[in-house]
């Protein structure tokens, strides 16, 4: 279950992602269209980065002596970084929730107390979740992995609005 | 922008990189040598860079590189102030005010001039979501022909009943009914406040509701973080945290209001939440003739709590 989750929970990180990224770019005043490709087109690449990891943890798993004891350690790393990123993600469904009040001073009050602080300490709960998991099973690998995952986390908007200066979304 | 920085006087940069003519409203070339020393004197080393950046012509501030970079800042604006829902506001505001003149028998169409509206959002806005009524009419105005260029160009992308003008919202050829502004108050200081409120004072206008940042220990701090998150542009990082820094206090707004325009009784909107001192992004200058000030409380309903005394 916990590479479920952790699938889960990027895929839903990188569709928000795709969101940020298309924000503040279409003046328009209807845009459930544009966000609508924009969340999709995050969830779409984040499966890109959940399939470059899952690739190179299958090839390491085949090439390992101890495959079981290997993906019993990834799996106590996964089950850590779970502990931080759930809760993270559950505050932030909540919020979703609350917005969804018809009331202008509470959706502010969302973006104010929960949206804007948390997309700001999002980098930060990325790398604590990280080192949390690694803490569970140090080990070259288990870090190598660890930091893959960090570094597409962290990386996924920037790849994202390259693809834009390219022309590639719009 | 390091918050620590934040440089509390001078101008912000899109102040300084445009100048208009106030008669002819013509665009005045901008000397870029000129930008740097004034920011430079202000020690504002995060403007100058900001500037430094741009391009120029023979010395003068590419006029195009400067609209392209406003136009972009609004369209990060914008965005903010979807996520903080200021077209709702702006509409939960005005349709009180608007039932109280209807009440008060002002002669149709009520227009509705947003002074200094930039890419438009807020009257698009309003055209979009349909809930002012049909006798009202939508113009928003600014100096800028690039932004308003931009506003018009969206407007007829989403088919939308307003209008755009190259103006000055005091010398329409159809004066109006209601002022409106975003984001503008701050911008003037001391004497130069005085005069916008005063050029409120004609025989058309019934009412006005003028939005800015509330100011409060926490808004710098709030308006950094908000800014560094959701902002790419970095002149609108920049003024976006200098605005709210610069906003000024509402006692103060109130009474240049009550001086300058003594024709109108006015408040704030916008204090306090749920009759609490929490801290609130936007706060509004509201000013109404007496006679429709009954009828204006009275449509204000639950609403009216979040309203200063108004007088």
């Known amino acids: ?115 804007g602080p948390f997309t700001f300490i999002r980098p930060i709960v990325v790398l604590a979740g990280a080192v949390w998991g690694v803490l569970a099973a140090p080990g070259a690998i288990t870090i190598a992995l660890t930091l893959l995952i960090v570094c597409l986390m962290l990386g996924l908007g920037g790849i994202l609005s390259w693809l834009r200066s390219r022309g590639l979304i719009s | 922008m390091n918050l620590a920085t934040i440089i509390r006087h001078g101008p912000e940069i899109s102040d300084a990189i445009v100048s208009f003519d106030p008669v002819t409203l013509q665009r005045r070339p901008v000397k870029k040598a000129d930008i740097l020393v004034q920011f430079r004197e202000l020690r504002n080393h995060e403007a100058v860079r900001i500037v430094e950046q741009m391009p120029e012509l023979d010395g003068v501030l590419d006029p195009a590189a400067v609209d392209k970079v406003l136009i972009t800042s609004h369209c990060e604006m914008q965005r903010m102030s979807e996520e903080f829902q200021h077209g709702k506001r702006v509409a939960e505001l005005l349709k009180p005010i608007l039932n109280a003149l209807r009440e008060g028998g002002v002669n149709n169409p009520i227009r ?39 506003a018009q160009r969206l407007a007829r992308i989403e088919n939308l009943r307003c209008k755009f003008e190259v103006a000055n919202a005091f010398r329409l050829a159809e004066p109006a009914t209601v002022f409106i502004s975003t ?48 902002m790419r542009e970095p002149l609108a990082r920049h003024d976006g945290v200098l605005s709210a820094v610069r906003a000024h206090k509402s006692r103060y707004l109130l009474d240049v209001t009550r001086s300058a325009a003594p024709e109108f009784v006015s408040a704030i909107y916008g204090m306090r939440l749920w009759r609490m001192p929490i801290p609130r992004v936007f706060h509004s200058l509201v000013g109404i003739r007496p006679k429709y000030h009954e009828a204006f409380l009275s449509n204000m309903g639950t609403r009216v709590a979040s309203l200063g005394k108004i007088e």
């Open chain 2, 183 to 230: 984001g503008i108050l701050h911008h003037f200081r001391d004497e130069s406040l005085s005069y916008l409120l005063q050029q409120h004072c004609r025989a058309e206008t019934c009412a006005f509701v003028h939005f800015d940042f509330h100011s409060s220990p926490m808004a710098p701090l709030g308006s950094w973080l908000f800014h560094a998150v959701r």
């Open chain 2, 112 to 150: 509705i001039v947003d002074i200094g509206c930039g890419t438009g959002f807020v009257i698009r806005w309003l055209a979009a979501s349909g809930s002012l009524g049909d006798d009202v009419q939508l113009m928003g105005v600014d100096f800028n022909v690039a932004l308003l260029n931009e």
């Open chain 1, 1 to 115: 279950m916990i590479p479920v989750f952790l699938w889960l929970l990027a895929t839903i990180d990188s569709a928000f992602i795709g969101y940020r990224e298309a924000a503040g770019r279409n003046a328009l005043i209807d845009k459930r269209a544009y966000y609508r490709r924009a969340l999709i087109r995050g969830a779409v690449v984040g499966q890109v980065a959940v399939v470059i990891v899952g690739v190179i943890a299958a090839i390491i798993l085949v090439n390992s002596n101890d495959a079981v004891a290997l993906f019993s350690k990834l799996e106590s790393v996964g089950a850590r970084m779970l502990t931080i990123y759930v809760p993270y993600a559950l505050i932030l469904l909540i919020t979703f929730l609350v917005r969804a009040v018809p009331s202008v001073d509470i959706r502010s009050i969302t973006s104010v107390l929960i949206f």
